[in-house]
Structure formats: C-alpha cells, structure tokens
T-cell receptor
Framework: DGGITQSPKYLFRKEGQNVTLSCEQN?????MYWYRQDPGQGLRLIYY???????QKGDIAEGYSVSREKKESFPLTVTSAQKNPTAFYLC?????????????FGDGTRLSIL | QQQVKQSPQSLIVQKGGISIINCAYE??????FPWYQQFPGKGPALLIA?????SEKKEGRFTISFNKSAKQFSLHIMDSQPGDSATYFC?????????????FGKGITLSVRP
C-alpha cells in the first residue's frame, strides 16, 4: 500500500537535546511538508520541499531543520533552540507544491519533553 | 492574522441530523478550498474540495457550499453518523504562484450522538 510513514509514534526529548523525526513516502510525490499541530491551533507549516536537495521555510521554522537527500525521505530535526517543542508533528506529501494537488498525511509523531 | 476562520468551535449533533461547519476567509486570492477530516491519533485526510467557479459540490453525504461574495464556504454532513465524530479543518490557498501553501483553520470537533 502506498502511503506516508512517520516514526516514531511517540518521542521524548530531554532539555538541550536534538531529536529527529522520520518521514518516508512511497507515493512518488515530489513535494513534502512538515506541520506542527497544537490543541486548538490548527496546522502550522514548518518547512516544505518541492524537490530533492531543496526546501523552504514555512511559517514557524525557527528551532527546526530539515534535509531532503532522497525523494522518499524528509526528516525533521527539532533542535534545542526550539523552546516549546511539545506538539503533534505531521508530515505530508503531494504530487507537486501547487495547492490544488491533495496533500496526503502520515499518522504523526507526538513529541514530549522529559 | 488568521486568514481562515472556522465556526462553531465545537458541534454536537444527533445521529441522522445535519452537521454544518462554516469557514470564512480574508485573502481574495484564495481559489482552492479543501476540507480535511482527522480522527484522534491520526493524520488529516482530504474529505472534499472546491474551486470558486462552482457554488456547490457533493460527494456522498458531504457537500461543500461556496459563497464567493461573502468569502465563506461551508461543509454539510447529511444523515450524520457516530463514525463522523472527528475534527474537521477547512483550508484555503491560491493555485497561482510558485510557492502556494495551504492555510488551515483551527479545526472544529464534531460529536455525533447515537
């Protein structure tokens, strides 16, 4: 089955630690996205990538970093500079970056602070 | 500045009733309006979407109504079922431009009582 796989499902971060969230897709999509979801806040865009080796900041990129070395993979690193990292993180992909191409989401990673 | 506003914040409907969720937008350049459905612990899934060249689109029990002059669109769920209980997000974007992005509303929680 084609889809988006996010791992791990739950992740705990210690103070001062960087953690990396994995996102893999087998839909052959060019565009990939990372969103942060907080209760009552909707989805906010962190980073997105149109093609391999290219990515752009979204609305809340501070304290996060990404890479896009392979078409299938778009990992997100939550750095120690992100002071409020507790949230539900969602990865998505679409055929292209144009918005009328549906975005398909993974089932998320819930990040908490120890 | 919240560009996409949903109402109500939460909704309780009896089984078999009609659920109506409203969304208002500010950016007149928006021309693609999807609705997403999210169950607890899962990623959002595209439910139905509309372009402003039509005033209504129906897919099964789900209908989008669009009012361009009022800059509003709504989701109607006919014959609501307990399985429809979920969080619903409206979103909007412009298909023009090289870096179109989806702007999401904050979401509303729908509970359908048996």
């Amino acid at each position: 089955d084609g889809g988006i796989t996010q791992s791990p499902k739950y992740l705990f971060r210690k103070e001062g630690q960087n953690v990396t969230l994995s996102c893999e897709q087998n839909l052959n999509h060019d565009a990939m996205y990372w969103y942060r979801q907080d209760p009552g806040q909707g989805l906010r865009l962190i980073y997105y990538s149109q093609i391999v080796n290219d990515f752009q900041k979204g609305d809340i990129a501070e304290g996060y970093s990404v890479s896009r070395e392979k078409k299938e993979s778009f990992p997100l690193t939550v750095t120690s500079a992100q002071k409020n990292p507790t949230a539900f993180y969602l990865c998505a992909s679409s055929l292209g970056v144009l918005s009328n191409q549906p975005q398909h989401f993974g089932d998320g990673t819930r990040l908490s602070i120890l | 500045q919240q560009q996409v506003k949903q109402s109500p914040q939460s909704l309780i409907v009896q089984k078999g009733g009609i659920s109506i969720i409203n969304c208002a937008y500010e950016n007149t350049a928006f021309d693609y309006f999807p609705w997403y459905q999210q169950f607890p612990g899962k990623g959002p899934a595209l439910l139905i979407a509309i372009r402003p060249d039509v005033s209504e689109k129906k897919e099964g029990r789900f209908t989008i109504s669009f009012n361009k002059s009022a800059k509003q669109f709504s989701l109607h769920i006919m014959d609501s079922q307990p399985g429809d209980s979920a969080t619903y997000f409206c979103a909007a974007s412009s298909v023009t431009g090289a870096n179109s992005k989806l702007t999401f509303g904050k979401g509303i929680t729908l509970s359908v009582r048996p």
